[in-house]
C-alpha cells in the first residue's frame, strides 16, 4: 500500500501546455510539499501545505499552483509551461506529531516539456 | 537562512571498501538531521536519522553520528556493495517535527564497482 502516490509518473509535454499532477498520501500527515529536482540532482523545496493551508512558498513562478482539496491530497498545476519546467517533481509528506520528524516522499513525476 | 553542505561527487568505490560522505550543515536552534537515499529512478526514501547532538543514526550498515561542536553528521559505512550505488543526500529540519521544510545538500552520486 503506497504511503505517498504521485501520478503521473511520466509527463510529456509542449511548451505553452497547461499540465497538473496528483499527489496523494494515506499516512494521515498533516503537512505536504512539492519538490523540484534538477537534472543535476539538486533538491529545492518549492511549496508546503499544512492543514489545506499555504505554509511555504519559495519565490515559485506564478505559472504554478497548487492545490489542496484536503489534507491527504496536495495537487501541482502548471501553466504555459516552459523548457526549463523540465524536471522531476516530488510530492512528500510529514507528520506533526512529536517524534514525526522525517518526511515522505513520492515516487517522482518526469516531466519533459518539448 | 538553514543550509547543508555535502560532499560533492561523484565517488566511485570498489566493493567492499570504507565509504564517508561529509556533511556540514548551518541552522539556528537545535535542527533535526537525516541521510535520505535516491535509487535510480526511484523517490527519496529515508536512510537514517538523528534529532539531537550526539546521537548516532544506523540503518543498513550505514551509520552517523549528530556532532553540535563541529556542526556535522557525516555518513560512514564499513564495507560497501554494488547496491549501495545510488544519491545520497544530507538534510536537515528546524526542530525535527511539523510544517517545517526539509532543506537538502546538493546530492552525492556514490558508484560501487564490483
Known amino acids: 500500500d503506497t504511503a505517498v502516490s504521485q501520478t503521473p509518473k511520466y509527463l510529456v509535454t509542449q511548451m505553452g501546455n497547461d499540465k497538473s499532477i496528483k499527489c496523494e498520501q494515506n499516512l494521515g500527515h498533516d503537512t505536504m510539499y512539492w519538490y523540484k529536482q534538477d537534472s543535476k540532482k539538486f533538491l529545492k523545496i518549492m511549496f508546503s501545505?499544512?492543514?489545506?493551508?499555504?505554509?511555504i512558498n519559495e519565490t515559485v513562478p506564478n505559472r504554478f499552483s497548487p492545490k489542496s482539496p484536503d489534507k491527504a491530497h496536495l495537487n501541482l498545476h502548471i501553466n504555459s509551461l516552459e523548457l526549463g519546467d523540465s524536471a522531476v517533481y516530488f510530492c512528500a509528506s510529514r507528520g506533526t506529531r512529536r517524534g514525526d520528524t522525517e518526511a515522505f516522499f513520492g515516487q517522482g513525476t518526469r516531466l519533459t516539456v518539448v | 537562512g538553514d543550509s547543508v553542505t555535502q560532499m560533492e561527487g561523484p565517488v566511485t568505490l570498489s566493493e567492499e571498501a570504507f565509504l564517508t560522505i561529509n556533511c556540514t550543515y548551518t541552522a539556528t536552534g537545535y535542527p533535526s538531521l537525516f541521510w535520505y537515499v535516491q535509487y535510480p529512478g526511484e523517490g527519496l526514501q529515508l536512510l537514517l536519522k538523528a534529532t539531537k547532538a550526539d546521537d548516532k543514526g544506523s540503518n543498513k550498515g550505514f551509520e552517523a553520528t549528530y556532532r553540535k561542536e563541529t556542526t556535522s553528521f557525516h555518513l560512514e559505512k564499513g564495507s560497501v556493495q554494488v547496491s549501495d550505488s545510488a544519491v545520497y543526500f544530507c538534510?536537515?529540519?528546524?526542530?525535527?517535527?511539523?510544517?517545517?521544510?526539509?532543506?537538502f545538500g546538493t546530492g552525492t552520486r556514490l558508484t560501487i564497482i564490483p
Open positions: 538534510a536537515l529540519s528546524d526542530n525535527g517535527f511539523g510544517n517545517e521544510k526539509l532543506t
Open positions: 501545505y499544512n492543514n489545506k493551508e499555504l505554509i
